[in-house]
């Protein structure tokens, strides 16, 4: 059971290593992806982040669609709440006049960062809250759409452009949205793993086909990571590990180098809570990897698979995303093929 195969990438800042780095290291990811078929590249909006590169998201998507020719680039996704709706349709209607057929507009209700954090993006929050997402979402739509009578404001570039936009969720909140507007949706079960089958359950039994599509569309993501042998790929994913456990510890870095036995020195707590944050996480080699997401496609009859990899070395990253390719049998000419999805 072949899905189409996407990547979001974080544009992990490893130790030792500057955000410069990091974004260049995410253009050849891209161009990795591009050359492997894989069908899109999406990057996330985190802020106050010292291991993320890719806070101005629409500023980083362009540097990765001015290196590469076909692979759709997206947000997966811009965080509305910190934004004016005005404003990500100037920034990604830039992005489809200069990328045509290639843009991606996924949204979130978090902030993607602390509370201090949310409130220096967008100091006029006052009595906002995340409920003004319904309404904000509706108001970019119409900024793509065509010019009405009357209508004073207009996003120059963007009014008329074709920018498919998804909701992201972690929740039950989004996949009701995603149906009401009917709107593709992404699930964020790669951190996120508790709502997963009950948010796809009620995106499909509650969508409402629109003129952006006919019949639900849902990806779900995962952490994946493919090597030689079983043994090598946890080995690498010992990262992510760290990673995990030093969120859930309030504790913010750049991403760490793998190292043997990593859970030797842990809790039982802390292995739970880990393991949980970590559920779809599918590690080892090629014939494992391909059975274990085999089977979360069977399970959540998934549309499209978006993968990520918190892996230090990024020649054992760029490996592990060609041996998943090869593993999962996406084709080249894929790549070339412009979706409206």
């Known amino acids: 059971m072949s899905v189409p195969l996407s990547i979001l990438d974080l544009s992990f800042v490893r130790e030792g290593e500057t955000p410069r780095e990091a974004l260049h290291d995410s253009l050849e990811l891209a161009r990795k992806a591009e050359n492997l078929g894989y069908k899109r ?11 993320i590169a890719s806070a101005a998201t629409s ?64 100091r006029n929050l006052g009595n906002e809250t995340a409920d003004s997402f319904p309404e904000d979402v509706q108001e970019l739509q119409a900024y793509f759409g065509d010019p009405v009578p009357g209508q004073s404001v207009h996003a120059v570039p963007g009014e008329g452009l074709d920018v498919p936009i998804w909701l992201l969720g972690s929740s039950l909140y989004s996949a009701q949205l995603s149906a009401i507007l009917g709107l593709p949706f992404a699930f964020a079960s790669h951190f996120a793993p508790e709502y997963l089958l009950q948010a796809l359950e009620v995106y499909r ?11 639900p569309y849902a990806m779900v993501a995962a952490n994946v990571v493919v090597d030689d042998t079983d043994e090598e790929a946890k080995f690498l994913f010992s990262s992510a590990k760290i990673g995990v456990l030093n969120l859930l510890q309030g504790k913010r870095g750049k991403m760490q180098p793998p190292i043997q036995d990593v859970d030797a020195a842990w809790s039982d707590e802390q292995h739970a809570a880990v393991d949980r944050f970590l559920k779809y996480s599918f590690v080892g ?42 593993c999962w049998s996406i084709r080249k000419e894929g790549a070339t093929l412009v979706s409206n999805q």
């Not at 590249?41 to 291991?51: P, Q």
């Open 41 to 51: 590249f999406w990057m996330a909006e985190h802020h106050n982040m010292v291991g």
């Open 59 to 122: 500023v980083a998507l362009g540097f990765i669609a001015g290196g590469t020719e076909c692979i759709r680039i997206g947000a997966g996704g811009i965080m509305l709440p910190n934004h004016s709706p005005l404003v990500i349709a100037e920034q990604f209607g830039t992005l489809a006049s200069l990328y045509p057929g290639r843009v991606d507009l996924g949204l979130g209700r978090a902030p993607g960062t602390d509370g201090r954090t949310a409130l220096a993006l967008r």
């Open 205 to 215: 039994a509650e969508f409402r086909p629109s003129q952006n599509l006919e019949k």
């Open 285 to 326: 080699s090629q014939a494992t990897v391909r059975s274990q997401l085999e089977k979360f496609v069977e399970q959540t009859q998934a549309d499209e698979l978006i993968v990520t990899a918190r892996i230090y070395d990024l020649s054992a990253r760029l490996r592990s995303f060609a041996l998943l390719a090869e």
